[in-house]
């Protein structure tokens, strides 16, 4: 709670405005009862019409008064708890958005997106609901007691015992119905993710026929949902009855007792009426408190939700050194670099060591698994090795200021991913504030421009979300042209042109390699064409390099390396090509 | 000529709340039992408590003043009061229970329809909503249609009746003052649906940008790696700033809308309230009341117009759950996809040969991509596709898997037109790898299942062992019963493919369908994988799209495509021999 309770600073106005106005209007409605007792006790034995009406009066002054407060508030509250929950959306982001990867793997999207979105709405509710109604009720209940004791100090004490029970009533329901509140929201996760889990994979299930399946899973999850919920249902529904009951034993004592009173003489009928209608006043806004602790339960277990995800530890510390001006711009050095993802068995990069030079190309070969993406990864810093160490320029990848160490990488991922929006403001990731011309010239590297210039807006082009309306080649020299917009020391192609035909491949491999001042270049491919000419070649095999060096010495030294030529390059050994 | 997408609907659409309210009935005529208890009980429950304040005026007339107390009247009074308590909260406890069942299991219905309503939806009704969006109506509406729902439930039957039933008791104390209160009342229910009506519209405002905050949020938490490789994290931030900014803006707005109900109602309360204490009071002067009559009407005022409160707090309440319910059933009545024909025709069981006859396609009516196509594929027939990215090719799939359906012209699977038989038959005879590998969330036996739920733990593994996908999954920390988290967790590309190719092994379709199959696939495992695909497609049809051209080479018929146009057809010498378009792209290929 602490956590969600520093966001309030901002609207601290908002915030004491809110209630106290409320407490304002509360006041009135609890003097309201006094007036009552004085019109019994005094205009009605002396027949006072008149005194009757003044009274009459001023109850009606309350309301106006009452009206003008409660619409005050209102306002307050709304604007605080819209803004806090505003607030803490774009500081759930920035959280995301500094998590390390190893993090954001093992939490899962769906389930930070639930508490980006529902969760916080439901907080927002439960804040708006607390500021304009919770908080005013124990306002009351209090009040209505003091009033009593005004009166009359013992009827007074039945207040306080009523009181009492009813506390130990509503926060045994509120303390009980909360963690299973947190078990509803779990099982609605559940239903988030096999919703979102058929939409995106909508075609593949429908190729399988599993259409009823999915239905049949999807119920599944909603009928459990739906079983939590009502056991959650079962307790919550027990305040109104509980609270009815108390209040009326109550009541009951109270007659007994006021009448006693009234019988000896220490009070007057008026005074009586006067003591019920505050009884009365109590047991409303404990069933109004009632009400609003099951809404506050549902938006307390997301605002825990919501806290966790903001407490939760970045993974890594950050490193913050930067290279100086007279250091090396591209210089990668491995040395016996092994890497495991969390909760891996067998580590993914083993014993990798070598040296990038400035400028350099190096290509990166290897079966499916052989654990090339993990090693461009650990070069672009998104993870860290488990052993051994990265230098870039110079500087321990560990040690190094992430924002600078990003600034000095470009990558284009294996799963070309567009940001909807157009294709300028893809491109413009790579380059803020970029102009037309070097958004053309990148394109026109990565062989998209003819494309990009067929479309009805061109550059403004709409991007669907995932980039959707365009084909995965397209995605992928987009992706491309992105990477180049960005200036970077270190350009790393993870495995990037797999949907490109043979012909847009090599213009683009012979595009890239007559730019004027290239930087250190990783290639990741399946294709030995990609990266036969490289300046250094990785072989990687289940994660251990099997053969590091140029394409003549692999041909000759390297077995798993001729065998990835050789099915690729029938009858033709390259030896040519190597010198 | 059947044109599958939507219409484009108008912006901004006549919000009709009386026809989401009709709908919603519909719904909730599954629970008529349950809803008659949940009435009887809110009357039981109420008219006992509405006893209450009766019986407590009684016993202050029993309190006179000092001396003139008469405590053997009083003390079967109290007892009565307890018993109305005790029966009360009895009846309303039940009453509670009930209405959580209805809710939540009209919610849960909606929710699967909605669900399985999207299976029969068309892919081009389907591919152009983002995905946040849809799951948002699933998640977010659904949940905000069941809080309005239960409030509804249990506030607005009880309110009602708490409002008749207070009326009949004044009635019968006070004729005259009643008559008063009742006049007054309405006012109370204007205002609120004066309020009611403009909250509606702010509150539609803010679902449609909270729809986009959350399609925005979705998109940035699931491409974060992206983001970060960028450096976009500032872009990202400004740009989700900006439609939360937005959202605070029409929340703020929205949110006050509705809660000027609650006060505005609770004035005109107030002054009924004083109304009544004035002429109360000076009907007691009169001898037409006692003092506990009074104490009795003051109750009553109070709880005549706590309902009134409490139903257009409710009332607020329901535009924000209608507004959603909108969406939802704006989901769940968009158009299904062409139903299947009844009776349809079953393709002979060996035959697959395929044929397209002078078919036209196009996404978007504004730019023609396929046009007047024929092909003829021959039973057992292995037909590569090849061309540039983005001729059509994928489009192809779309067309014969009737993902999509043809704007012009038939495709004949078996010599039956494969609109004239079910998707189901259509679909079960193709075995589909496609470019974006999509695992589900589930163990990597699952995943391999999937076409075939019934197959032994044997024929799973020996699926694997075909594609070569056992020696990894044997290294997964749970082997075949690993779980696979969302997007196939932290397996490779290769890896997710290779899962993929397993289970198209598995379920052996009588024709197959590789999209890109191989190529995330390094060439070393491609070729053993080739190799389990060519024991696979033996007899068998297949279309093949890919670039790699050693994959095609064995084909029976080639076919290159440009901007949609099959431009050359034929098998792998002949094209060469011809020196076209074909050969081009195999030369370059090998350029150095």
Not at chain 1, 67 to 90: E, K, P
Not at chain 2, 36 to 62: E, K, Q, Y
Request: charged fraction near 20%; glycine fraction near 8%; aromatic fraction near 6%.
């Amino acid at each position: 709670m602490k956590t969600i309770l520093r966001y309030f600073r901002k609207y601290v106005p908002e915030t004491v405005l809110a209630p106290l106005f409320k407490f304002m209007e509360a006041t009135l409605e609890l003097l309201v009862p006094l007036v009552i007792a004085s019109i019994i006790d005094r205009g009605i034995p002396e027949g006072d019409k008149a005194f009757i009406l003044s009274r009459g009066g001023i109850l009606a002054a309350f309301a106006v008064v009452g009206l003008a407060l409660a619409i005050t508030a209102q306002y307050f509250s709304a604007r605080s708890a819209i803004g806090v929950c505003a607030d803490i959306r774009a500081s759930l982001l920035d959280k995301i958005q500094s998590l390390s990867y190893g993090r954001l793997d093992s939490i899962g999207v769906s389930t930070l997106v639930t508490r980006m979105t529902s969760d916080v709405n439901t907080l927002q509710t439960g804040i708006n609901l607390t500021l304009r109604l919770l908080l005013r009720s124990p306002f009351v209940v209090f009040g209505a007691m003091i009033v009593a004791f005004t009166i009359d100090a013992k009827c007074a004490l039945i207040f306080a015992g009523v009181i009492a029970v009813l506390l130990v009533i509503v926060f045994g329901i509120l303390l009980t119905a909360i963690p299973r509140h947190r078990g509803v929201q779990k099982a609605l996760d559940g239903v988030t993710s096999s919703a979102r889990e058929n939409l995106t994979g909508v075609r593949v299930l429908r190729a399988f026929l599993q259409e009823e399946t999915e239905i049949k899973e999807f119920e599944g999850r909603t009928r459990r949902l739906e079983k939590l919920q009502l056991a959650v249902g079962r307790i919550s529904a027990a305040l109104n009855p509980a609270t009815l009951v108390a209040v009326n034993i109550a009541v009951i004592v109270l007659i007994h007792t006021g009448a006693l009173r009234v019988d000896a003489g220490t009070l007057t009928q008026g005074q009586v009426v006067a003591l019920y209608n505050l009884l009365s006043q109590i047991l409303v806004e404990l069933v109004k408190m009632a009400n609003l602790v099951i809404t506050i339960a549902k938006a307390a277990a997301c605002g825990a939700r919501v806290s966790a995800v903001l407490r939760l530890e970045n993974g890594e510390t950050d490193g913050s050194s930067i290279p100086d001006e007279a250091a090396p711009r591209g210089l990668i050095e491995f040395a016996d670099v092994s890497f495991s993802y969390e909760n891996a068995g067998a580590p993914s990069v083993a014993g990798v060591s070598f040296t990038a030079r400035p400028g350099s190309v190096i290509g990166v070969i290897g079966g499916t698994g052989s654990g090339k993406t993990t090693l461009v990864n650990l070069i672009a810093g998104f993870y860290r090795a488990t052993v051994g160490s990265v230098h870039f320029d110079g500087i321990d990848i560990a040690e190094f200021d992430p924002a600078a160490l990003r600034s000095r990488v470009s990558v284009v991922p294996q799963k070309a991913v567009l940001l909807s929006g157009t294709i300028r403001e893809n491109l413009e990731m790579g380059r803020p504030g970029a102009g037309e011309e070097e958004m053309l010239c990148a394109l026109e590297t990565a062989q998209a421009l003819d494309f990009v210039q067929s479309r009805e807006k061109g550059l403004d082009e709409p991007v669907l979300r995932a980039g959707g309306n365009f084909s995965g080649g397209q995605k992928q020299r987009l992706a491309i042209a992105r990477a180049l917009m960005k200036p970077c020391e270190v350009l790393i192609l993870d495995d990037s042109t797999s949907a490109l035909d043979y012909a847009t491949e090599a213009k683009l491999r012979a595009a890239l390699a007559s730019r004027e001042s290239a930087p250190t270049t990783f290639i990741v491919s399946q294709r030995a064409a990609s990266i036969r000419n490289a300046d250094l070649i990785i072989v990687l095999d289940e994660g251990r390099p099997v053969g590091i060096g140029r394409h003549g010495e692999l041909i000759k030294n390297c077995a798993v390396y001729r065998e990835i030529y050789r099915t690729q390059f029938r009858g033709d050994d390259g030896e040519g090509a190597a010198s | 000529m059947k044109k599958s997408l939507p219409a484009k609907k108008p912006a901004v659409r006549a919000k009709n709340s009386r026809a989401v309210i009709k709908k919603l009935i519909v719904r909730l005529r599954a629970h008529r039992a349950a809803a008659i208890a949940s009435l009887l009980l809110s009357v039981v429950s109420v008219a006992l408590t509405l006893l209450i304040p009766v019986l407590v005026g009684r016993g202050i007339d029993c309190i006179k003043e000092a001396g003139r107390v008469d405590f053997p009247s009083l003390r079967p009074i109290l007892i009565g009061v307890g018993a109305c308590a005790a029966l009360a909260a009895a009846a309303n406890y039940l009453m509670g229970l009930v209405n959580n069942r209805i809710t939540y299991g009209v919610v849960r219905s909606l929710r699967n329809e909605a669900f399985s309503h999207i299976q029969r939806m068309p892919l081009s009704a389907l591919d152009p909503r983002p995905v946040g969006e849809t799951v948002s109506r699933l998640i977010a509406d659904a949940d905000q249609l069941a809080d309005g729902l239960l409030l509804g439930f249990s506030q607005l039957f009880t309110g009602v009746m708490t409002i008749v039933g207070t009326l009949a008791f004044m009635l019968s104390i006070d004729p005259l003052i009643a008559a008063a209160v009742v006049l007054l009342s309405p006012l109370s229910l204007l205002m609120a649906s004066f309020i009611a009506k403009r909250t509606y519209k702010s509150f539609l405002d803010q679902a449609v940008v909270r729809g986009e905050a959350t399609s925005l949020a979705d998109e940035y938490i699931t491409e974060q790696k992206l983001i970060r490789a960028f450096g976009y994290e500032p872009t990202a931030k400004k740009r989700f700033g900006a439609v939360n900014e937005r959202l605070r803006r029409h929340s703020v707005r929205a949110t006050f809308l509705s809660s000027l109900t609650n006060p505005t109602t609770r004035f005109v309360n107030s002054l009924i309230y004083a109304g009544v204490a004035v002429l109360g009071a000076l009907s007691v002067i009169g001898g037409g009341l006692t003092v506990g009559g009074l104490s009795a009407f003051l109750s009553y005022a109070n709880q005549y117009t706590k309902p009134f409160n409490e139903i257009s707090g409710v009332v607020a309440e329901l535009q924000g759950a209608l507004a959603c319910a909108e969406r939802l059933f704006e989901l769940i009545e968009a158009p299904e996809q062409v139903p299947d024909p009844d009776p349809a025709l079953e393709p002979e069981a060996g035959d697959g040969s395929v044929e397209f006859k002078n078919v036209d396609f196009s996404y978007t009516p504004e730019r023609e991509l396929i046009r007047d196509f024929s092909l003829s594929v021959k039973n057992g027939q292995r037909v590569a596709i090849v061309g540039p990215t983005g001729c059509g090719k994928t489009t192809l799939i779309n067309l014969i898997m009737r993902f999509y359906d043809t704007d012009g012209g038939e495709i004949r699977l078996g010599g039956v037109n494969t609109r004239a038989m079910t998707r189901a038959a259509l679909r079960s005879r193709f075995g589909m790898v496609l470019q974006e590998t999509w695992l589900r969330a589930g163990t990597v036996r699952e995943n391999i299942a999937m076409g075939r739920p019934d197959a032994t733990d044997e024929e799973v593994i020996a699926a694997a062992k075909a594609v070569h996908a056992h020696a990894f999954i044997s290294r997964l920390p749970q082997g075949y019963d690993t779980v696979l988290g969302e997007s196939g967790g932290t397996l490779s590309q290769g890896q997710r493919q290779l899962l993929c190719i397993a289970r198209v092994m598995l379920a052996l379709p009588p024709a197959l369908i590789l999209d890109e199959a191989t190529s995330s696939i390094d060439t070393r495992t491609e070729l053993i994988v080739q190799d389990a695909f060519a024991r696979l497609m033996k007899g068998r049809t297949s279309f093949i799209v890919a670039h790699r051209l050693s994959t095609i080479r064995d084909a029976d018929v080639i076919l290159v495509m440009r901007d949609g146009h099959i431009i050359e057809k034929g098998n792998h010498d002949e094209l060469m021999k011809k020196g076209g378009f074909y050969r081009e792209l195999y030369e370059t290929q090998f350029a150095k």
